[in-house]
Structure formats: C-alpha cells, structure tokens
C-alpha cells in the first residue's frame, strides 16, 4: 500500500503477517481496519513527519510509512 492510495474511510486488511516485525503482536489478530487519516508532526527544526491512523479492534492505532506494506485493500466480496 502505498501512502497516496489511502483514503479515509476505507476498509483495508492486514496481511503478510508472517512478516511482521517483533512485538507486533496486537496486529497479528487484526483483520479489517479503518483508516483514519494522516497524523502529521511538524517539528520545531522544519522536519515534517507523516504518520498513519487506522482504527482497528475499536483502538486508534499510529504506523510510520515503513508499516503500510502489511496493509492492502479489504476484498468487500468475502463478506457478501
């Protein structure tokens, strides 16, 4: 996934799992989630910092752009 691509409000799943990185454990049971939007830190020296919001397992969660790989678009059909 990448950052240009999420729009909030949409659905996205969780995958690759077997990839996730060491004590990533609460993603691991995580299947659908929402996007939030952007959280973006401006810091005193110029550097800006854009971050991730997603709710999932009803908890606002925060990821750096190098997490969006495990994140892909949720097929709507698997729940028809």
Known sequence: MKPGGLKPGDLYEVKHKWLLPFKSEFWKDCNTVLFIGEEVINRDDGVKIVNYA???????????PTFLKFFGEANEERNG
Do not use: M, Q
């Open 54 to 64: 997603f709710l999932a397992k009803g908890e606002k969660r925060i990821v750096d």
